[in-house]
């Protein structure tokens, strides 16, 4: 009887020993499993803040009020996340490396425009006339981002007073699959040209790799 025992404890031991095992094994291996899934895996940290930017924001209303967007760099991802709140939602739109470079064309049109001779014609947004269209994730909820889908999105120009053509995001309100009749946000969202400037600082790619390098170095200082 005592030798049964004696086995039992030592089988519930290895089983516990084998599991523990596993466990540590995950942990260990899971930065490599993210650098083997996803190319633009940059370092093992969480998001970390750029910067605010202001900028107007617009409702389904027609109402046009400022607003702050704060910005965060992933490095697991290499995407820049745009966090702000918007009516009853907090809203995170996250922007990949290839949507980046869409928007990066973008505003290079837009001051292209804005910079050249002839005034910006004073006619309706669409996605038509778009500078760039494209996708975009985007995550919302009531008190943190409890959904999320990839929405259209396209960026142009809108004047919202005279001689003052913004530059403008807007992001279309899209189906959200797992909850019938339920849809992401739609968004807008302006910036004049020195707002625009601050962004283009905020969201320099050669700066947040400079960021990246220090908490790397921070990370392993003796």
């Known amino acids: 009887m005592k030798m049964n025992k004696k086995i039992s404890e030592n089988v ?7 599991f523990m095992c596993m466990f540590v094994f995950s942990c260990v291996s899971t930065p490599k499993e993210i650098r083997e899934s996803n190319p633009n895996f940059l370092g093992d940290f969480e998001p970390f803040y750029l910067g605010e930017v202001l900028c107007l924001s617009g409702s389904t209303l027609g109402n046009i009020k400022p607003l702050e967007v704060h910005l965060y760099f992933a490095p697991r991802t290499n995407d820049i996340q745009a966090r702000f709140r918007s009516g009853m939602n907090n809203i995170c739109l996250t922007w990949t490396p290839e949507e980046r470079e869409r928007l990066n064309s973008s505003i290079e ?4 425009l804005y910079s050249g001779e002839k005034k ?11 500078f760039e269209v494209g996708k975009i994730e ?3 909820g009531l008190s943190g981002y409890t959904r999320d889908t990839l929405a259209n999105y396209f960026t142009n120009y809108q004047y919202l007073e005279e001689n003052k053509p913004y530059f403008k995001i807007n992001v279309s309100a899209t189906p959200y699959a797992e909850e019938e009749h339920v849809s992401s946000p739609s968004v807008e969202l302006f910036f004049s040209p020195s707002q625009l400037e601050t962004l283009i600082e905020l969201t320099d ?3 947040i790799l400079e960021k990246l390098k220090e908490l790397q170095t921070a990370a392993y200082e003796w």
Request: hydrophobic content about 45%; overall charge positive; some cysteine.
């Open 12 to 18: 519930l031991l290895s089983i516990f020993l084998c």
């Open 109 to 112: 049109k837009y001051i292209a």
């Open 120 to 130: 910006m014609e004073n006619r309706k947004p669409t996605k038509k006339n778009a």
């Open 138 to 140: 985007i995550l919302w």
């Open 205 to 207: 790619y050669e700066l």
